[in-house]
């Protein structure tokens, strides 16, 4: 029988007509065309969610779940149906889903509410060395206060989770495993649904860290068997400000309120306080509405392009920009090789140059890259470097800004005299 040659999933549109949805990606950066290839730090807002906060503050601005009047009602509407949207998208229930500021406030909700009530001295914590420090910081301070250990998962040689070491971590019978599912340096995709499993067995919870992963891979919370799950809207082409938490209706039915206030209570006494129902028990105050509203659009507008053909157009030009970076003499790229556990994101280091001269080069040559160390401090000293430079990709991007990026280091190396 002849083998049947697998396509790969496509684009509705073109990459024109992508870009065109795109206001700001036609700016030019000091005279030159602007490749935006920081897009693991924010990414770009296309037409469908600038539309859609304009509308919502023009129209439809009023506060959630408390007035009776006609906006009112309109507004907590359109901020549910928000939230119908995510939970389609992670195949989550309603319920399940809380709407935070962005990632980081969603770790920390699950540290200071699940952590503070069910770890006590002597527990385990484990992180891994390729965390962002949103995922290891709320980890040191709630295992400090109660006087549990953090335990670092370490990574291999090519930059994937040391799949064996984790595995020995876990016979120490940790209380919480602490993962990222897309490293935002490495662009290592991490096999979640394994961790899960392994995790499981070993009798411990997994938080999944997916601000990377959010933006470009499907996401099922039942096929994936994270407990908790965390992702931010900028990074997913909707507005700042706003993010969710996914958590097991079990675990977030048991968990104390984070923040106290408005809207997350049931009954208010003098003796006693009883807590809202969930989602709202856990969303204190007056929540980022319009935001909310906007981070629906951004994930109809990413479901309606198909994440799978979104990963496929990302996973092609990461090959391309692996295989061109390598021409740039001089460069150490980390992160495992171009296949199907890597994401869009390309750090590198130049020997005999600061990260951050690089990406003032390149900014006059109108590419927009990170420089630094990422939020990932415990990963640069695994690396042995002090910085990197980072090159993250998204679905508007194309071969001639890899090429642009290309050109850019070359000028790099001629300034430096390299
Ligand atoms: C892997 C990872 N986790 C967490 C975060 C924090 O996201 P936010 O700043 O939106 O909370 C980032 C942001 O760069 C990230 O890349």
Redesign the pocket.
Known sequence: MEPTATTAPTLPRSIEEIRGEFPILVRQIHGQPLAYLDN??TSQKPLAVIDSLDRYWREQNANVHRGVHTLSEEATALYEDARRVLAGRLGADRRELVFV?????A?NLVAYSWGRSNLSAGDRVVVTEM??H??VVPWYQVTQEKGAHLDWAPITGEGRLDLDALASLLERGPKLVCV?H???VLGTINPVAEIARMAHEAGALLVV?G??AGPKLELDMAELGADFY?I?A??MYGPTGI?ALFGRRELLEEMPPFIGGGSMIRKVSKELITWADLPAKFEGGTPAIGEAIGFGAAVRWLEELGLPAVHAAEAELTAYALERIAEVPGLTVFGPPAGDDRGGIVSFAMEGVHAHDISEILDRHGIAVRAGH??AQVLMQRLGVPSTTRASLAVYNTRDEVDQLIDGLLDVRRVFAL
């Not at 500021?101 to 406030?105: C, G, I």
């Open positions: 693991g730090a500021r962005n990632a980081t406030e770790l965390e962002h949103s995922n990222a897309v490293s935002n860290d601000a990377q965390a931010t900028h990074k993010g990422h939020c």
